[in-house]
């Protein structure tokens, strides 16, 4: 599969440190690099049939439907698409006007990762989106009107300007708008951002995360009882909604990153990132050059990834294949390493596989760090 990090977008958001320019000439540079290193790259999968192709980063939706589809068009040169390929594409609400959704649905765009964040215009001015409750519900339905069913939606919990009252109303809005897959986290508070500035000036209080778990399991139980699976810990789909291309990260295959930031992973010991420097990684595929560094990663390193992947997924850890790929030594620490964990209820193998039973996900990077080998 391939990502295309697109680094464009019109605010910073109050958890978020990204901002980037949209001028005309920085748009046409990138644009002419993303281009460019699909090109210079184009042998590094394996395969080169795609079951996923993904617009992410900043807020690709910035661009026009014709700039958009030319980087489709670019892919296309040195790839080709599976006939049930998934093309995602993360939009904000604001730019889902309905000259925009009548030239996309024309594309071979199939699926919309919409920045929803919250259908509460408290919340949205915390997080310094510049969109408001009205357009987060309308974007979605007028992306229905014009054919877009594949639609996931991101949604944020703890918010210090609502409370559980509001977090119910926001999964009831979404049942109503009939949306088949939610990605949901916690509201983080990163240095750097309003939201920091604003905690440390006693403006908003702190996030708590005694609420965020509260509002965490209220969100599981109620969206599977609406149908959804919780099948991994910040995102639940409805039956045939699984998001393919996050599969292929919790799955260990191969992925191909495109763009300022972008990471790739050959699917077996190397992992590769693009510099998060737009000046500079412009400049590097002007000149016919690669951004990226490339690391070997070390079976401590491998192990230690699976683990931290895998517990996050109702799939859980698969046993067999971990017997298959790491040595002695690290498959004796992590039977002695689980032994305790297991007994504590904390972890459970089911037809081997090693999970993490729901009732803990809230915790379960901490579980999972705990079985980690430290170099």
């Not at 510049?130 to 919990?157: C, M, P, T, V, W």
């Not at 690290?330 to 999970?355: A, C, P």
Request: net charge negative.
């Amino acid at each position: 599969m391939i990502y295309l990090h697109i680094p464009f977008c019109k605010q910073k958001c109050s958890y978020c440190n990204f901002h980037f320019s949209t001028s005309l000439n920085f748009k046409e540079e990138m644009i002419a690099a993303l281009k460019k290193e699909i090109f210079l790259r184009r042998d590094e999968l394996e395969s080169k049939n795609l079951k996923s192709l993904y617009f992410g980063g900043g807020t690709p939706s910035i661009l026009k439907v014709d700039e958009l589809k030319s980087i489709i068009d670019e892919v296309l040169k040195y790839f080709s698409f599976d006939p049930d390929i998934e093309i995602t594409l993360e939009a904000n609400p604001d730019d889902l006007d309905k000259m925009f959704l009548k030239e996309l649905a024309q594309t071979p765009f199939n699926r919309l990762s919409i920045g929803t964040q919250s259908f509460f215009n408290e919340d949205l001015l915390l997080m310094n989106r510049a969109h408001n409750a009205g357009e987060a519900e309308s974007s979605i339905k007028r992306a229905q009107d014009f054919g877009f069913e594949n639609i996931s939606i991101d949604l944020i919990y703890g918010s210090p300007t609502s409370g559980m009252e509001i977090w119910k109303e926001n999964l009831n809005k979404t049942i109503e708008l009939q949306v088949p897959h939610i990605s949901s986290y916690a509201l983080t508070v990163e240095p750097k951002t309003a939201l920091n500035q604003w905690i440390r000036q006693n403006k908003v209080p702190a996030p708590k995360e005694a609420e965020q778990n509260k509002e965490f399991y209220y969100m599981s139980e109620f969206l599977k009882d609406h149908g959804f699976e919780h099948y991994e810990i910040s995102n639940f789909a409805k039956p045939g909604f699984h998001s393919r291309h996050n599969a292929a990260y919790w799955n260990y295959r191969e992925y191909l990153g495109i763009g300022p930031s972008a990471h790739s992973y050959n699917g077996r010991n190397e992992r590769s990132w693009n510099s998060a420097n737009n000046k500079l990684y412009i400049n590097s595929l002007s000149q016919h050059v690669s951004a990226k560094e490339t690391e070997i990663l070390t079976e401590k390193d491998q192990f230690n990834e699976m683990l931290m992947i895998g517990l996050r997924t109702v799939w859980g850890v698969d046993l067999v294949r971990l017997n298959e790929l790491f040595s002695d030594e690290i498959l004796d620490y992590f039977k002695r390493e689980i032994k305790s964990k297991m007994e504590d209820g904390v972890l459970f193998i089911e037809n081997e596989h090693l999970k993490i039973p729901e009732k803990h996900w809230f915790l379960a990077d901490g579980i999972a760090s705990d079985l980690f080998i430290v170099e």
